[in-house]
């Protein structure tokens, strides 16, 4: 779809939101995991989506797949791209070249629970952006356009705030939360 096709589209959305409410808020598809060997997971989704896993050989790995932790920072990368096009076609800006890189410094004590006091997951983020457009879109107006999709990314956004998990086990003895 061109940035017009795609302008048009998110107005619609936000029109029909604006005036329903009621139906912004929902329950997100699933997304379920399930070790077929080794570390080498294979998540499944709706509309036969899939995605498969793996660890470095390092930790017992396959080294065959990706990992979670890649897939996350591809999640975000991703999500942010998708963000700022969403936002370029809204202002009617044309792109031409745009790059998003998300990066991560972390701390393998945590994941390996050596150090209980060393986060499991990334410690920081770093999402840095190539942009530019073919329309003479001053450089203000692309940073902005970059600041606003980082902003409304759900994936960034989850990753920058607290986001309240509960966890259920189901065993053969049971279920507990």
Excluded: K
Excluded at 73 to 93: N, P
Excluded at 118 to 137: H, K
Excluded at 152 to 177: F, I, K, L, Y
């Amino acid at each position: 779809m061109d940035s017009e096709g795609i302008r048009r589209s998110i107005e619609s959305a936000v029109a029909y939101v604006t005036e329903h409410p009621e139906e912004a808020a929902y329950t997100d598809s699933a997304a379920v995991a399930r070790i077929d060997a080794g570390l080498l997971c294979r998540i499944t989704g709706p509309n036969e989506a899939s995605v498969v896993t793996d660890m470095p050989a390092s930790v017992g790995g396959g080294d065959s797949a990706p990992s979670a932790g890649w897939l996350f920072r591809a999640a975000v990368a991703g999500c942010v791209a998708t963000l700022i096009a969403m936002r370029a076609a809204q202002r009617s800006v044309t792109l031409g070249d745009l790059e998003v890189t998300v990066d991560s410094e972390s701390d393998d004590r945590g994941i390996l629970g050596i150090d209980d006091t060393v986060p499991a997951g990334p410690l920081s983020l770093q999402v840095a952006v190539r942009i530019a457009s073919t329309d003479g879109t001053d450089r203000d107006a692309l940073v902005q356009i970059v600041h606003w999709a980082v902003a409304h990314c759900p994936v960034s956004d989850a990753a920058s705030r607290s986001v309240p998990m509960r966890v259920d086990v189901e065993t053969g003895e049971g279920r507990s939360v």
